[in-house]
């Protein structure tokens, strides 16, 4: 069935350290969603690519959706001890009725 | 806050019983998902509303079912309990949810435990 791959599963880095997760989907996806879990905490969206190529940023995150729209990224500069959590990339399954999540890459920050 | 509230926070129970999860959307939101999310799983898709009607079903098994009442809050029914159904139960909710680029919000789940 349909997947969506994210490596890696853990990151630990230094503050002020850069931070990069990847996804990779088994089939190529109309959009891809990235949310952050803080531990204890429920996702929250983040920001949603759509378009081939797409490229977006918000504050110290970049996000990068791949030319065959089966890939995407997430890249933190400079990392903070507020950026730990789990990130999650999800893309809308082949009948379009359904998110299919990655397992996420936890990252913790050591200052 | 997103906006989305859960019923109970945690619950702890045994083999074989019954729980009933709650979930209230966010004030105009029509759709309500269901997710489980466990350690070596993840965030598994279970099960969505919209407007009172079933949507879209993923991997959610027989011995759970879902509803969505005309007041657009929705109950998850878990029965026979297993171990392995010990997980974080998150409900979202979105706008539409017929549009792919519905944004879902979630709620801060339930922890459910069976002893």
């Known amino acids: 069935g349909q997947q969506v791959m994210q490596i890696p599963q853990y990151q630990h880095v230094q503050e002020g350290e850069d931070f990069t997760t990847y996804c990779n989907s088994s089939t190529t996806l109309s959009n891809i969603q990235w949310y952050k879990q803080r531990p204890g905490g429920h996702p929250v969206f983040l920001i949603q690519l759509v378009k081939s190529g797409e490229v977006k940023k918000q504050k110290r995150l970049t996000f990068q959706f791949g030319e065959a729209k089966k890939n995407s990224s997430l890249h933190i500069t400079a990392t903070q001890t507020t950026d730990v959590g789990t990130y999650f990339c999800?893309?809308?399954?082949?009948?379009?009725?359904?998110?299919?999540f990655g397992k996420g890459t936890t990252l913790s920050v050591s200052s | 806050d997103s906006g989305v509230t859960q019923t109970p926070k945690h619950l702890i129970t045994a083999t074989g019983q019954r729980v009933t999860l709650r979930c209230s959307p966010r004030s105009g939101d029509l759709s309500v998902y269901w997710y489980q999310q466990s350690l070596d799983q993840g965030l598994q898709f279970l099960i969505q509303?919209?407007?009172?009607?079933?949507?879209a079903k993923g991997n959610i098994l027989e011995r759970f079912s879902a509803q969505q009442f005309p007041d657009l809050h929705s109950e998850l029914n878990l029965s026979s309990l297993e171990l392995g159904d010990s997980a974080l139960y998150f409900c979202?909710?979105?706008?539409?949810?017929?549009?792919?680029?519905?944004?879902?919000?979630f709620g801060p789940g339930t922890r459910l435990t069976v002893l």
């Open positions: 509303y919209y407007n009172g009607e079933e949507r």
């Open positions: 999800a893309g809308l399954n082949q009948a379009g009725t359904a998110l299919i």
């Open positions: 979202a909710s979105s706008v539409e949810g017929q549009r792919s680029t519905d944004t879902q919000y």
